[in-house]
């Protein structure tokens, strides 16, 4: 009656609203599209052949950076280079020197 005919419109907008519904043409069209579908291989026409000197062209490669020896830097120096790449400055020398190799990428912990 009256009740299953308003549940079932509720259900199409439902359907409607999540984006779920397809009118008759649109089912019939995603059916041929099923059925038109198969795997297609395509061979290359020649093999390609790229040397070393064509590839190092291609890519960029960063030179690696040169690790400074901290260590052997005094305090007030290393402070500054901290102060200069806007870390802490506080603590010990050793810890001054973890800080910075750190921040240049040489330590990984």
Do not use: H
Not at 21 to 48: F, G, H, Q, W
């Amino acid at each position: 009656g009256r009740k299953a005919d308003l549940v079932g419109r509720l259900d199409e907008y439902d359907k409607i609203a999540a984006g779920e519904y397809l009118n008759e043409d649109e089912e019939e069209e995603e059916a041929e599209e099923e059925e038109i579908e198969e795997d297609v291989v395509v061979e290359p026409e020649e093999d390609i052949f790229v040397d070393d000197e064509e590839i190092d062209e291609a890519v960029e490669v960063e030179p690696a950076k040169e690790t400074k020896d901290y260590s052997s830097m005094t305090v007030a120096t290393l402070k500054d280079e901290l102060r200069s790449r806007g870390l802490r400055v506080s603590g010990k020398k050793a810890e001054l020197v973890e800080r910075l190799e750190i921040d240049d990428g040489s330590v990984f912990s």
